[in-house]
Nanobody, 124 residues
Framework: VQLQASGGGLVQAGGSLTLSCDPS????????RGWFRQAPGKEREFVAL????????AYADFVKGRFTISRANANNTVYLQMNNVNPEDTAIYYC??????????????????WGQGTLVTVSS
């Protein structure tokens, strides 16, 4: 199983960007799909989760009201709509499959099949 994250690029502060996460390589079971990000010199941090088991979403506080995670059922693509971005959103964004519920939804240890990431750069 592989996840392909795409849609990153350079955007001005206050602008919008949509990231996509496409799976390939076969079927897999999961509890949902998540987005994480990693800025230079910082640890990878949780951004958003779309859960299959419960029809719920979860967001990090710093993106609530600005980012929206959604799914296109036809092709199993998961999107991250990013609105009103700011320079602090600059990072490599990764999508991953949540295969465990041992921890909380924000724990990277609950996720597998990390994609290669897509770089988002927000200019001020």
């Amino acid at each position: 199983v592989q996840l392909q994250a795409s849609g990153g690029g350079l955007v001005q502060a206050g602008g919008s960007l949509t990231l996509s996460c496409d799976p390939s390589g076969g079927a897999f079971s999961s509890f949902g799909r998540g987005w994480f990000r990693q800025a230079p010199g910082k640890e990878r941090e949780f951004v958003a989760l779309l859960s299959w088991v419960e029809p719920t979403t979860a967001y990090a506080d710093f993106v609530k009201g600005r980012f929206t995670i959604s799914r296109a059922n036809a092709n199993n693509t998961v999107y991250l709509q990013m609105n009103n971005v700011n320079p602090e959103d600059t990072a490599i964004y990764y999508c991953a499959v949540r295969t465990s519920k041992s921890g909380t939804y924000s724990d990277t240890s609950d996720y597998e099949y990390w994609g290669q990431g897509t770089l988002v750069t927000v200019s001020s």
